[in-house]
C-alpha cells in the first residue's frame, strides 16, 4: 500500500506560480511511475504530467507545456509540481498518482487515469484573473 498526501496549492493571481508536492509513505515510489491529474468543476479528471521511475522520461498535457515540470525526488519518496504562468483554466483539484508497478524504467508513464492505483486526496489550486 502507498500514501500520498499533496501540498502547496492555494489561491494565487494570474501569472503566478506554485510548487505542488506529494509525498508518500508505505511504500518507495521508486518503483512506480507517478502523474499528476486535476479535476475542474463539472468537468472529468483530465491528465497533466506524468514521469518515469527514475524521472529521465515525462509527458506532459499540451495545455501545460512549457508552464509546468515534474520532478521527482526518489530519496525523498516525493514528486513535485511547479507551475509557473498560472491562468484561470487552471483551477482546479490537483491530485497525484501512482501507477500499477513496477513500472519500466523507460516509461514515462500513462495519460489513462486508470492505470494508476493509488491516488492521494487533492488539493486545491485556484487561479484569479
Known amino acids: 500500500q502507498v500514501q500520498l498526501v499533496e501540498s502547496g496549492g492555494g489561491l494565487v493571481q494570474a501569472g503566478g506560480s506554485l510548487r505542488l508536492s506529494c509525498a508518500a509513505s508505505g511504500r518507495t515510489l521508486s518503483i512506480y511511475a507517478m502523474g499528476w491529474f486535476r479535476q475542474a468543476p463539472g468537468k472529468d479528471r483530465e491528465f497533466v504530467v506524468s514521469i518515469s521511475r527514475s524521472g529521465g522520461y515525462t509527458g506532459y498535457a499540451d495545455s501545460v507545456k512549457g508552464r509546468f515540470t515534474i520532478s521527482r525526488d526518489n530519496a525523498k519518496n516525493t514528486v513535485y509540481l511547479q507551475m509557473n504562468n498560472l491562468e484561470p483554466e487552471d483551477t482546479a483539484v490537483y491530485y497525484c498518482?501512482?501507477?500499477?508497478?513496477?513500472?519500466?524504467?523507460?516509461?514515462?508513464?500513462?495519460?489513462?487515469?486508470?492505470?494508476?492505483?493509488?491516488w492521494g486526496q487533492g488539493t486545491q489550486v485556484t487561479v484569479s484573473s
Open positions: 498518482a501512482a501507477d500499477r508497478g513496477p513500472t519500466s524504467l523507460y516509461s514515462p508513464g500513462s495519460r489513462d487515469p486508470n492505470a494508476y492505483e493509488y
